[in-house]
């Protein structure tokens, strides 16, 4: 120890080795794992005890002393948020962090089935259209899927129609006339006593009203052809509204 304190470089090489042997090579910190924090293992107990707002804060002391770099605590405060406070928002933002930092981790599909199921719990929080009856209640992304598939399908018979010519539907109605007018009877009595009526409820569209009368959805602009006085347009449905279906 006496030739270190007469030599001052070979006691600055000597106290040197001892702190590089005692720290760790990223910024002088000691390198410890995520898993053997200590707020993280205590975050885990309180978990198993129940305690879920004191295991929340000891998670995201974890976050925030890694600089956010602690996949595992994001994915045990993304599932606390997910099942216990219900912020599947909050949720699904750690679940994220998780995936960006261990993008190919074998928990990875677990972790997008949990931000599919937290963005389930968002759309069921969302407040419901006020209607008047408020009719039937209806997941809200199962209607927002149903109401695409049926926008696709428009689309379809739509094109579908463009291409095939228009039905004739007018000799029937002057058969129905001549008919009538051998009768001596209005012409307009057969037709009104032949026809049927049909309210619209939700999810209606002329194409499934005609399947459903006719068989055949393609006979559509029947229907509207009959119904112009209550139909603006081809797209003017409106819950409610009474159709004459000739």
Known sequence: ????????????????????????????????????????????????????????????KVIEKR???????????????????????????HFRKYLELRPNSPQAPMVRDLIDTSKKQFARQLPGQPLDDYYERTDLLDLVERLKDENERMKTELAAIRAEPLPVVKPA???????????????SAPASSAMARHVVARGDTLYSIARRF????????????????????????KIGTELVIP
């Open 1 to 60: 120890m006496r030739s270190f304190r007469k030599s001052p470089w070979l006691w600055r090489l000597w106290s040197a080795t001892l702190l590089f042997a005692a720290c760790g090579v990223h910024g002088g910190m000691e390198i410890t794992s995520e898993i053997d924090e200590p707020h993280y293992r205590r975050g885990i107990q309180m978990l198993r005890s129940g305690q879920n707002q004191v295991a929340l804060g000891a998670f995201l």
């Open 173 to 187: 109605r002057q058969q129905v006339s001549q008919t009538a007018v051998s009768s001596r009877q209005p012409p």
């Open 214 to 237: 006719y068989g055949n959805g393609n006979r559509w602009r029947e229907i509207y052809n009959a119904n112009r006085s209550v139909m603006s347009s081809e797209t003017d449905l």
């Open 67 to 93: 600089n956010g770099e602690a996949p595992e605590s994001h994915l045990e405060v993304g599932q606390i948020y997910l099942n216990h406070i219900h912020d599947p928002i909050a949720a699904i933002y």
